[in-house]
């Protein structure tokens, strides 16, 4: 696989890492994944992707407990970024010692070490290069536009409908979803489900990093980061006199 690199492009040969990690909130928080050393890779093109503020968040939320009947879920695509090609190969190395013998003996990999190295030509994403969140997201925006939804133009992140009455936030792979009445719902799930496996939690309990309590009966969200509406309330101000 060495000699078959091109000679241009053997400066940009990356290292990789192997990396775990604990996510909670995933269906399978324990992690262990091999990532890309980017930092070694020229990539000229654009790497930057919009994606929702914590402010839009709050927004989000808010919108819930103002409007009539709205309700609040989340979802998550799996393996986000995996799967989503590249505009041009890559290429990385492993140490033979560093594999698994039961891999070696599967893959037949003896047969490409070369100097006590295997390389790896990457075609599709994995994390650690810099180019791949945005062309996951292209694709993942590609997808959704076929279905009706857009990226609003002065709001990064927070995305509509063409005529559903839903809308979302949208951080890397984690959607903040807004809906009245479940079949809203469920047509932006539907239309994930069709290019994407995803987990769905319709309780909306957690959301970026924050734990929420729902009140049922007002659709109040009751616990915001671990801030209990019970801790304001004693410096809650008081409302305007209109007198």
């Known amino acids: 696989m060495c000699h078959k690199i091109p000679q241009d492009r053997q400066k940009d040969i990356a290292h990789v890492r192997v ?24 990539y000229l093109g654009n790497c930057s992707t919009k994606t929702g503020a914590i402010e839009v968040v709050k927004g989000i939320f808010n919108s819930v ?4 009947g709205a309700k609040f879920l989340s979802a998550d695509i799996t393996n986000y970024y995996l799967g989503t090609p590249l505009d041009r190969p890559e ?4 140490r033979i010692k560093d594999i698994p013998q039961e891999f070696i003996d599967e893959y037949n990999l003896m047969q490409y070490v070369h100097k006590g190295w295997v390389y790896f030509e990457i075609t599709k994403g994995i994390y650690g290069l ?30 509509r409908h063409k005529w559903r009455t839903g809308l979302f936030v949208l951080i890397v792979d984690d959607f903040g979803i807004e809906y009245v009445g479940k079949e809203h719902a469920e047509h932006p799930l539907s239309a994930l489900r069709n290019s994407y496996t995803i987990t769905t939690d319709w309780t909306g309990k957690r959301y970026a ?6 009140d049922c009966q007002t659709n109040v969200p009751n616990n915001h980061g671990g801030l209990h509406h019970g801790c304001l309330h004693p410096i809650r101000s008081p409302g305007p006199n209109k007198a």
Not at 19 to 41: A, H, M, Q, S
């Open 65 to 68: 407990c103002s409007r009539p």
């Open 91 to 94: 290429y990385a190395r492993i």
């Open 209 to 214: 990093g924050i734990d929420i309590e729902w």
């Open 130 to 159: 810099k180019q791949a969140g945005k062309l996951a997201n292209d694709l993942l925006t590609e997808r959704l536009s076929k279905h009706g939804y857009f990226q609003c133009a002065t709001t990064p992140g927070l995305w």
């Open 19 to 42: 990396v775990c990690d604990v996510k909670l909130g995933k269906e399978d928080p324990n992690r262990t994944r091999i990532t890309i050393g980017g930092n070694t890779i020229e």
